[in-house]
């Protein structure tokens, strides 16, 4: 069964650093992109960046540029989402999902996601 | 940038009935390239429809998808207790990849 782990909710202050891990089973991680989308409270989804694990090649949308940081351990599966200084704006829950297929011949670098990650929960709150 | 806006915002509709969801792009979306998704409270968004009209694996035929370049629809023939969620479509046809805003389909 392919899978998308995500870690656990988490609670910081404003300007603490945070680094949330999604964990992918069940395929060939490094032949998948991987993205990452914020929900925020009772509100709409919105693509934050993807990642491709085989070579940490990593595209952002222009909202979240320079906002977040994405990145992969292709050794243990794993991709991240990271903060160096958090907002009480940054407070949403934040999905990973599994993106395109890349093969020796093609490559769908945008694609719809499936499956999704459980969610993560990031408060911010002082 | 492509936006999209889905329309109704909110669907109040019984069991049994017929459900119509439309998605409008700002611009062509390649090649078909559109997907839907569900979204139920406390849950993960499930991929329904990509390709404007393939169901994802699993996906019961009551879904189906239609529609090319700005004008989209998602039509849910007979709604089942459990369809009353969230829907969303999104576009990766070109980058940014975008969502619609979502409609909400409740029970009338």
């Known amino acids: 069964e392919v899978q998308l782990v995500q870690s656990g909710a988490e609670v910081k202050k404003p300007g603490e650093s945070l680094k949330i891990s999604c964990k992918g089973s069940?395929?060939?991680?490094?032949?998948?992109?991987i993205g990452w989308v914020r929900q925020m409270p009772g509100k709409g989804l919105e693509w934050m960046g993807i990642i491709y694990p085989g070579d940490s090649d990593t595209r952002y949308s222009p909202s979240f540029q320079g906002q977040v940081t994405i990145s992969a351990d292709k050794s243990i599966s794993t991709a991240y989402l990271q903060w160096s200084s958090l907002k009480a704006s940054d407070t949403a829950m934040y999905y990973c999902?599994?993106?395109?297929?890349?093969?020796?011949?093609?490559?769908?670098?945008?694609?719809?996601?499936?499956?999704w990650g459980q969610g993560t929960l990031v408060t911010v709150s002082s | 940038e492509i936006v999209l806006t889905q329309s109704p915002g909110t669907l109040s509709l019984s069991p049994g009935e017929r459900a119509t969801l439309s998605c409008r792009a700002s611009?062509?979306?390649?090649?078909?390239?559109l997907a839907w998704y569900q979204q139920k409270p406390g849950q993960a968004p499930r991929l329904l429809i990509y390709g404007a009209s393939s169901r994802a694996t699993g996906i019961p035929d009551r879904f189906s998808g239609s529609g090319s370049g700005t004008d989209f629809t998602l039509t849910i023939s007979r709604l089942e207790p459990e369809d009353f969620a969230v829907y969303y479509c999104q576009q990766y046809g070109s980058s940014p990849l975008a969502f619609g805003g979502g409609t909400k389909v409740e029970i009338k």
């Open positions: 999902a599994r993106g395109g297929y890349c093969s020796s011949t093609s490559c769908y670098l945008y694609n719809w996601f499936d499956p």
């Open positions: 611009q062509s979306v390649s090649s078909s390239y």
């Open positions: 069940g395929y060939s991680f490094t032949s998948y992109w």
